[in-house]
């Protein structure tokens, strides 16, 4: 399995950013996807995440209401849609593939990373 992002740049605050992962290898839609983000000196930290059928998603507190997550199962791809972007919201951000169909929000039940995009929001 081999995941990658794409999508990440430099933007003002108040823009907006989609990011993309595109999934090779078998069973996408059987797992769960997610997002990170890790910002310089800071640990990795969940972001959104959304189940197998696309019929659930769940947010870290900060980026609820900003944030949409969404996948197409038939192309094999994740999106995070970034609205308010916010200089806070600076970090690499990964996609990552989950180990079952359910909400996952922990780095350790992901076993498949993407390579991370880079998203700098000036103030």
């Not at 990011?19 to 090779?24: E, N, P, Q, R």
Request: net charge positive.
């Amino acid at each position: 399995v081999q995941l990658q992002a794409s999508g990440g740049g430099l933007v003002q605050a108040g823009d907006s950013l989609t990011l993309s992962c595109a999934a090779s290898g078998r069973s996408f839609n059987m797992h769960t996807m997610g997002w990170f983000r890790q910002a310089p000196g800071k640990e990795r930290e969940f972001v959104a995440c959304i189940t197998w059928s696309g019929g659930s998603t769940h947010y870290a507190n900060s980026m609820k209401g900003r944030f949409t997550i969404s996948r197409d199962n038939a192309k094999n791809t994740v999106d995070l849609r970034m609205n308010s972007l916010k200089p806070e919201d600076t970090a690499v951000y990964y996609c990552a593939r989950g180990k079952g169909i359910v909400v996952i929000t922990t780095t350790g039940w992901y076993d498949y990373w993407g390579q991370g995009t880079q998203v700098t929001v000036s103030s």
